[in-house]
């Protein structure tokens, strides 16, 4: 069983089109993470919710909307795509969010603005 | 604010010989400390981690020792095999945070 998915994989998109990504966690964890990986392989964090609550919210255009319907799954919505927004977006999960916890990270999806 | 330095890559090594990945922070407190894996294609897995000074994480052969005084965290593997081709990230956690900061990533390739 995969402990934290993403769908979908790769999503290529026109500039202006709204997207979403969705993201799953079956480890019982608590909180869920949002990061962004650029070109040159640098990461960074984006969002994070504990139990449903938005915790972090990174400098990060409002066109991007976390929503998080329950404790397993976080998913994150972007409107009016940009070029720059070509990146690879993972999602990751922790027990409780302690700096002791491990996170937990999906595969990630490979995002291609036209 | 927190800040993690790593080495440049990209770093080419043979089969079998050292590897040494130089890892310093900048943070308040006393952070936890973790090395990621990324293999070619793939999601980021913990390699190993370390939550107090002079604690060692250790795990496929690969080790590093939390070093407080230095402000490190260097990952060293005797023996390297091809499989060990990846990008390798040191990041760090505050004891009072929940978000990951990551330094730039190392690609390291191991060839036959």
């Known amino acids: 069983d995969t402990a934290v998915s993403q769908t979908p994989k790769y999503l290529v998109t026109q500039m202006g089109n709204d997207k979403s990504i969705k993201c799953e966690q079956n480890?019982?964890?608590?909180?869920m993470y949002w990061y962004k990986q650029d070109s040159k392989k640098f990461l960074k964090i984006m969002f994070s919710?504990?139990?449903?609550?938005?915790?972090i919210n990174e400098t990060v255009p409002n066109r991007f909307s976390p929503k998080s319907p329950d404790k397993a799954h976080l998913n994150l919505h972007i409107n009016s795509l940009e070029l720059g927004d070509s990146a690879v977006y993972f999602c990751?999960?922790?027990?409780?969010?302690?700096?002791?916890?491990?996170?937990?990270f999906g595969p990630g999806t490979r995002l291609t603005v036209l | 604010g927190d800040s993690v330095t790593q080495m440049e890559g990209p770093v080419t090594l043979s089969e079998e010989a050292c590897l040494t990945i130089?890892?310093?922070?900048?943070?308040?407190?006393?952070?936890?400390l973790f090395w990621y894996v990324q293999y070619p294609g793939e999601g980021l897995q913990l390699l190993l981690k370390?939550?107090?000074?002079?604690d060692k994480g250790s795990n496929k052969g690969f080790e590093a020792t939390y070093r407080k005084e230095t402000t490190s965290f260097h990952l060293e593997k005797g023996s390297v095999q091809v499989s060990d081709s990846a990008v390798y990230f040191c990041?760090?956690?505050?004891?009072?945070?929940?978000?990951?900061?990551f330094g730039a990533g190392t690609t390291v390739t191991v060839r036959a």
């Open positions: 990751a999960s922790s027990h409780s969010g302690r700096a002791t916890d491990t996170q937990y």
């Open positions: 480890l019982g964890h608590d909180t």
């Open positions: 919710y504990n139990n449903k609550e938005l915790i």
């Open positions: 130089n890892c310093t922070y900048t943070a308040t407190g006393y952070p936890s």
């Open positions: 370390a939550t107090k000074a002079d």
């Open positions: 990041a760090l956690i505050r004891s009072n945070d929940y978000k990951l900061s």
